[in-house]
């Protein structure tokens, strides 16, 4: 009895530990500009919190520059990392991957962090505080049907499936394990730029890149 007692409280304790653990996917983490990976001289990572207004501000300027090179040039990655103290960013991100699922090789989490950035003013934490979590899938889904066609009854059920919800938490945890504590932040070829990249212009940009081309 006492041996069954102590197998069943380590096989406990083994779940406890392994079940908050992060778990490596089958795929880098991270959102692709255009999808073509692992081809580029420079990668570019953007660390966004889908409510973050510093992230809003610098995330056309990144699309810009995504745009402006060829793909064995450059490669834009977005993390999507969302700080706790940001009450929504968490269900946006998981809504990316969901779209993106929905819409593949379309950009299609690009173009929902474009609808969700310029929406920020009804999606902030501030902006949602008398609503209730439900209320604000709703107004996620109004968004993603507007984007995608997506209905709200296929939204809701996907938003609510762990196959989003574990890539979501995936990102957030990798930037993390980087020591990503602020957003924006970014890495060229894997090292972090200091603060100031965080008011780049396209220009700005573009005179860095070129220097490492
Ligand atoms: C892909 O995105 C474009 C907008 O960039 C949109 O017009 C088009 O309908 C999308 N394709 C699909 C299959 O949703
Ligand atoms: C979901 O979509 C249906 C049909 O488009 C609509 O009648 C219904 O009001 C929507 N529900 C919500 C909660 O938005």
């Not at 930037?175 to 990503?180: E, F, K, M, S, Y």
Request: charged share 20%; hydrophobic share 40%.
């Amino acid at each position: 009895m006492i041996q069954h007692l102590l197998v069943a409280a380590i096989l406990m304790l083994t779940w406890e530990t392994t079940d908050g653990q992060i778990y490596v996917p089958s795929r880098r983490v991270g959102f692709v500009f255009d999808q073509i990976e692992n081809k580029a001289d420079i990668e570019i990572a953007a660390y966004l919190d889908p409510t973050c207004p510093d992230s809003a501000a610098v995330y056309p300027t990144l699309l810009e520059i995504a745009q402006h090179y060829s793909s064995d040039q450059l490669e834009l990655r977005m993390h999507l990392h969302n700080l706790p103290y940001h009450r929504n960013s968490h269900v946006i991100a998981k809504a990316a991957h969901v779209l993106e699922n929905f819409v593949p090789y379309n950009n299609t989490a690009f173009q929902w962090m474009s609808v969700v950035f310029n929406n920020l003013r009804s999606l902030h934490s501030g902006a949602t505080a008398g609503k209730t979590d439900s209320q604000v899938i709703d107004r996620l889904a109004d968004f993603a049907n507007d984007l995608t066609g997506i209905d709200n009854i296929s939204f809701r059920h996907m938003m609510s499936h762990y196959f989003f919800e574990g890539p979501a938490r995936l990102d957030f945890k990798y930037g993390c394990t980087r020591g990503v504590h602020s957003t924006p932040m970014f890495t060229v070829n894997d090292v972090f730029l200091g603060p100031e990249a965080g008011a780049w212009g396209v220009r700005d940009w573009k005179v860095y890149i070129n220097s490492k081309l």
